[in-house]
């Protein structure tokens, strides 16, 4: 990686318990805290044709590593953001097996992901693509 340049890695899908992000890059040295980050998240809750969800969702990024004492160590910097509406989701977003039948969504919506990620990793439900190509992914950049 380039001196100067930042690499961003995200994990979590819409729905799912929560969401994780590295990033890559910046520089030991530099102050930085959970309620630095609560302002952007603020932020983003925000503007025009914002959804339902924006009300429950109170995003709070918890910062898990690179980052001691309120300054940044050079190293990746990890956070998490919780879901809070996962419970609502238990069973259709469960990362182990369930024992009920969970209905599959086959309808596919224009503009959006749906057809090119279903295509590409062959999938016969696109629920694996919609729940990560999600504005709510956005909470992760």
Do not use: C
């Not at 729905?15 to 609560?38: N, Q, Y």
């Not at 918890?62 to 940044?72: A, N, P």
């Not at 309808?107 to 999600?134: C, I, T, W």
């Amino acid at each position: 990686m380039a001196m100067g340049s930042f690499r961003f890695l995200t994990a979590g899908e819409s729905h799912g318990k929560g969401l994780t992000m590295v990033v890559e890059g910046v520089p030991a040295g530099l102050p930085l805290g959970e309620d630095d980050i609560a302002g952007d998240l603020r932020r983003r809750q925000g503007g025009y044709g914002r959804g339902g969800r924006m009300k429950i969702e109170k995003d709070r990024a918890e910062i898990t590593s690179g980052v001691r004492h309120g300054f940044t160590l050079g190293s990746p910097i990890a956070m998490w953001v919780e879901n809070k509406d996962f419970a609502n989701w238990g069973d259709r977003m469960a990362v182990h097996p369930v024992d009920i039948e969970i209905e599959k969504v086959t309808r596919l919506r224009p503009g959006h992901a749906d057809l090119p990620g279903a295509q590409k990793y062959d999938f016969d439900d696109v629920r694996n693509v919609l729940e990560r190509a999600s504005a709510r992914e956005t909470t992760a950049r």
